[in-house]
């Protein structure tokens, strides 16, 4: 899955917390999601409105972030619920970062079809 794939991926899976992100859709988007806030960023040094936006914009993307992050875990053949592994400080952001960079399961498993097969 490309860039412009995945990020069309990534909205229109909003709020499709169920299935399975490969790797490729879960970074190109968070790639996108984060040259979305260093452009708002660079803005934010010209204009303090643009900090009102950025922090506009970071509420609309909770929510598609949250349900790309627990079909990525699903890949993976874990729960929605390991997302709260990334509420401990440092170590659970490492776990996190682990498990987002780990191979999906191949074929299908318990939430879907192998997304790669698609």
């Keep these: ?4 794939e995945a990020f069309k991926a990534f909205w229109g899976n909003y709020t499709n917390f169920s299935g399975r992100a490969s790797r490729s859709e879960y970074w190109f988007a968070q790639l996108a ?3 979305i806030f260093f452009v708002l960023g660079m803005f934010g040094l010209f204009s303090k409105f643009m900090y009102y936006v950025e922090g506009l914009v ?3 993307f909770i929510i598609p972030m949250l349900s790309l992050a627990i079909r990525r875990l699903h890949d993976t ?3 929605g619920w390991f ?3 990334g509420l401990i400080p440092l ?3 490492i776990i996190m970062l682990v498990f987002y960079c780990t191979a999906g399961d191949k074929g299908s498993n318990r939430f879907g ?3 790669l097969a698609k």
């Design 1 to 4: 899955m490309g860039f412009s």
């Design 33 to 35: 999601i984060w040259l």
């Design 58 to 60: 970071g509420i609309i």
């Design 77 to 79: 053949n874990k729960s």
């Design 83 to 85: 997302i709260l592994m």
């Design 91 to 93: 170590v659970g952001w």
């Design 113 to 115: 079809e192998d997304p």
